[in-house]
T-cell receptor, first 113, second 118 residues
């Protein structure tokens, strides 16, 4: 089954404790993105990747890192989480970037205390 | 910069009736896509319908159709014969098609929470 998976689905952590949210897709997609969803703001792009070892900042990259060492995986790293990073996070992937359908993961609910 | 606005935070409709969700956007781009996504309580993001800006014909997908008014920069979603399973948050989204579009970045509106009542 074609899908995007994320782990963990729920995470409660404390300020400053490094964490990684994993994302994996099995569709051989070139493009992957991370979004965060906040009430009243919709979803906003954090980082994106156009291929292995090619990543760039989205609209709200502060406090986040990513890597793309393999085509299927695109982890999101919070090296020193803060309470303002409490949010719902989505990973998405697509074959191309010109209107191609984006497939979203199931979301990760992160709470930083 | 592009912006997407959904002015209706919440709406409700009776089962089997028709409802229209509004979306306006602001852009100077001439080539772009518009989308409606559904997010049920499971939080999964599900693509409902998409519209290419260069196509004048409005997109339809079964009970879902759009009214795309390019000059007015309006992109409303009509749901006919509403069903209980249509209860969800609905997001309007924009994607520009220029060379540098941040990997196909979607710009989302704030969302409209739709409740379908029995």
């Amino acid at each position: 089954e074609a899908q995007v998976t994320q782990n963990p689905r729920y995470l409660i952590t404390v300020t400053g404790k490094k964490l990684t949210v994993t994302c994996s897709q099995n569709m051989n997609h070139e493009y992957m993105s991370w979004y965060r969803q906040d009430p009243g703001l919709g979803l906003r792009q954090i980082y994106y990747s156009m291929n292995v070892e090619v990543t760039d900042k989205g609209d709200v990259p502060e406090g986040y890192k990513v890597s793309r060492k393999e085509k299927r995986n695109f982890p999101l790293i919070l090296e020193s989480p803060s309470p303002n990073q409490t949010s719902l996070y989505f990973c998405a992937s697509s074959f191309g970037d010109l209107g191609d359908t984006q497939y979203f993961g199931p979301g990760t609910r992160l709470t930083v205390l | 910069a592009q912006t997407v606005t959904q002015s209706q935070p919440e709406m409700s409709v009776q089962e089997a009736e028709t409802v229209t969700l509004s979306c306006t956007y602001d852009t100077s781009e001439s080539n772009y896509y518009l989308f409606w996504y559904k997010q049920p309580p499971s939080r999964q993001m599900i693509l409902v319908i998409r519209q290419e800006a260069y196509k004048q014909q409005n997109a339809t997908e079964n009970r879902f159709s759009v009214n795309f008014q390019k000059a007015a920069k309006s992109f409303s979603l009509k749901i006919s014969d509403s069903q209980l399973g249509d209860t969800a948050m609905y997001f309007c989204a924009f994607m520009k098609l220029s060379f540098y579009n941040q990997g196909g970045k979607l710009i989302f509106g704030q969302g409209t929470e739709l409740s379908v009542k029995p």
